[in-house]
């Protein structure tokens, strides 16, 4: 098929890479803007944007698809079909019926559970069991065209949503190029009305930690906000992010800190936490056996 590709962040790179191995013709790439990043702020080109010009790919990066020289480039680009996966902008009506077959979205849940920006997220944050990705039709509505197939996978005791952002890309890039070679026969089958959850972007404030809540609260709250944004505290006046959290049978006070065994335990309000991996302030992010071989560790987080 004759494809324009649409997406931004690392999780659509295997996805573009699959259509391609999949022998479909990639006629333009639209990816958001570079972006400032680093510590000199020079722009720096977004995981999809590097790789479409590593493989020679026409990439386009408005800033908007409001404007209507924008929309009639599109337009003339007579696609089959548009795949978009974490573009982040909206795409106007007019873009929506360009292409013959119309957008695909694949989305990282299983809706109408976590429409939205952040459903890896969401997730694991819920504690939810399992996931997957839907390729669906897109309409004018945040997330809510039918969909034409649904893949599920189980999420893994403690798993990060790094972790599981890498496995949903993956079953995302198998799942898209199946039901393109299928879709003559496919019939895309309208969302349930119920069961409807909204992933909203993570909020700052989201990541830092109440230690008096539960233990399965704040288990969920790290390994969802790992790596990104990382869910945080202090001790000392120092701030600390923790990447990856399990359970001990060992109990705590809320907040308090107690190494054992080279295992390094957190008080919540209803028992104590395993703390894996953290970063301290100014330094890379270290397994917690790492970390307090040259670091003790004060009694207690704020």
């Known amino acids: 098929m004759r494809i324009v590709f649409m997406g931004t962040p690392d999780f659509s790179v295997p996805i573009l890479d699959a259509l391609l191995d999949a022998g479909h013709n990639i006629c333009a ?12 702020k020079k722009d720096r080109p977004n995981p999809v944007q590097a790789r479409a010009e590593a493989l020679g790919l026409d990439i386009r990066t408005p800033e908007s698809l409001k404007n209507l020289d924008v929309q009639a480039d599109f337009v003339d680009l007579n696609a089959d079909i548009a795949i978009v996966v974490a573009y982040g902008l909206i795409l106007p009506q007019s873009v929506l019926d360009a292409p013959a077959l119309g957008c695909l979205n694949i989305h990282a849940s299983l809706l109408p559970r976590w429409r939205g920006a952040a459903p890896i997220h969401r997730a694991i944050m819920a504690a939810d069991s399992q996931t997957g990705v839907c390729i669906m039709q897109m309409d004018a509505g945040l997330d809510t065209g039918a969909v034409f197939l649904r893949r599920e996978i189980m999420i893994k005791r403690e798993e990060t949503t790094g972790e ?6 993956r079953l995302g890039a198998c799942a898209i190029t199946d039901v393109l070679a299928a879709l003559p026969t496919l019939t895309p089958i309208a969302q349930m009305g119920t069961g409807i959850t909204y992933a909203a972007k993570i909020d700052k404030v989201e990541a830092r930690i109440e230690w008096s809540e539960s233990a399965t609260q704040i288990i969920n709250q790290i390994n969802g906000l790992s790596p990104f944004p990382g869910a945080w505290s202090q001790a000392d006046g120092e701030r600390i992010k923790f990447l990856r959290a399990g359970t001990t049978d060992i109990n705590l006070p809320a907040g308090q800190i107690s190494i054992s065994d080279g295992e390094f335990i957190v008080g919540t309000g209803d028992g104590g936490i395993l703390i894996h991996m953290l970063q301290r ?8 056996r790492e970390v307090i071989k040259g670091w003790t560790p004060p009694a207690h987080f704020d």
């Open 281 to 288: 302030a100014g330094k890379k992010v270290a397994t917690t």
């Open 164 to 169: 599981l952002h890498d496995r949903l890309s």
């Open 29 to 40: 790439v639209y990816s958001q803007p570079s972006r400032p990043a680093g510590r000199g």
